[in-house]
């Protein structure tokens, strides 16, 4: 009876890390509080993370040991509930954390309190919780991992995380409602839409500053970055255009004529063709960047955040209207299969 016990646990510790060797795909799910990992291949569940509020930013960087998921949910600050303790932090560092974030208040004053949570990018456990100055949208990890930033909407500024310390070291106000981060060549820079004003703001997080902001549309919302031409793509979204944005000069260099209501944009492997969906038009598109060249295809309903996953061929395309995520071929622009999730599909984060 031991050796079956032995050789059952053998078999299930081999099963678990050949789970784990394929690309995984972390799914925030919204109203669900959780994170699905799952095989970037076939969709199927590596492991449910739970323990995080209303997630719906979530980002990470290759190379970097976490990922950082952000609430959607706010609690007023006079009403703060103590978080539960991270494991590896003692009492005296918990209370000191709590006593400072309450003391000296980095952001606005009259802003409710969210929750940033330091994923382990491996086994995707929580190992700091950070207070933030209003709900999360979204969330982006700098390339050499120092930097965290988590986009406000309701405080019209982002907040910045450094990660070697995990406290929030500044708030930056960058313009009407921002949206969506991303980072460019320089792990120092961030770029933000801001929704309300029709602008990308470029911000120095060493300084803490807006160095410029860059008019793009009427209200872009998520964006993609090709740090090697040094171009900026962003949906806006209500204008149904997908906006090419030099980050040499700040000029717009193309505008590319979608329709319906845009969300969720990401590049090729190669950076030679964009993917956009159209939750408005319950369709997806691609551009192909060398000629501008513009194709739909039918997906149904409401295709809405869509992330690239590396050497595969294949996007996660989730659907707002349905709980539910499909698998897309990149050539045939179908779908080779599809899983079901809980809540809602928000900012995928695909890990080799």
């Known amino acids: 009876m031991l050796r079956l016990n032995i050789a059952g646990a053998a078999a299930l510790m081999l099963s678990t890390v050949i789970a784990y060797a394929q690309p995984i795909v972390f799914v925030p799910q919204g109203s669900a509080n959780t994170v699905r990992m799952v095989n970037a291949e076939t969709g199927e569940t590596v ?3 739970t ?9 990470g960087a290759p190379g970097v040991p976490y990922l ?3 609430s959607y949910s706010e609690t007023d600050r006079a009403e703060i509930a103590e978080l539960t303790q991270p494991e590896g932090v003692s009492e005296d560092e918990h209370a000191a954390h709590h006593s400072a974030a309450k003391d000296e208040p ?3 004053s009259d802003s409710g309190i969210s929750i940033l949570s330091v994923l382990d990018a491996t086994s995707g456990e929580i190992i700091r919780q950070i207070e933030v100055p209003g709900a999360v949208h979204h969330t982006a990890v ?6 965290a930033v988590a986009t406000h909407p309701s405080g019209d500024g982002i ?5 070697t310390t995990f406290k929030l070291v500044a708030y930056v106000p960058t313009g009407s409602m921002p949206n969506y981060a991303a980072f460019g060549s320089d792990p120092s820079v961030v770029y933000v839409s801001n929704t309300g004003n029709g602008t990308i703001s470029e911000v120095d997080l060493e300084r803490g500053i807006v160095r410029r902001n860059m008019v793009a549309g009427v209200g872009p919302e998520h964006i993609v970055i090709d740090p090697i031409k040094a171009v900026l793509y962003a949906a806006d979204a209500d204008a149904g255009d997908v906006i090419e944005l030099s980050l040499t000069d700040g000029t717009i260099l193309r505008s590319f004529a979608i329709g319906g209501e845009l969300h969720g944009i990401d590049l090729s492997d190669d950076r030679e063709t964009l993917f956009v969906a159209s939750r408005g038009k319950d369709k ?3 551009i192909t960047l060398a000629d501008g060249d513009v194709q739909h295809a039918d997906l149904s309903p409401e ?9 595969t061929g294949t996007l996660f395309v989730s659907s707002r209207a349905e709980p539910k995520i499909w698998i897309i071929d990149e050539v045939t622009m179908t779908a080779k299969g599809e899983f079901k999730i809980d809540g809602e599909g928000h900012q995928m984060v695909a890990l080799p």
Not at 142 to 147: I, L, T, Y
Not at 159 to 163: A, C, E, G, N, R
């Open 47 to 49: 492991k449910q993370i």
């Open 51 to 59: 323990g995080l509020e209303a997630v719906h930013g979530l980002s």
């Open 68 to 70: 950082i998921a952000g």
């Open 106 to 108: 980095i952001g606005p």
């Open 142 to 147: 700098s390339p050499d991992g120092r930097f």
């Open 159 to 163: 907040s910045v995380i450094d990660l």
């Open 284 to 286: 997806i598109a691609t």
């Open 303 to 311: 295709p809405y955040h869509l992330t690239n996953i590396p050497g």
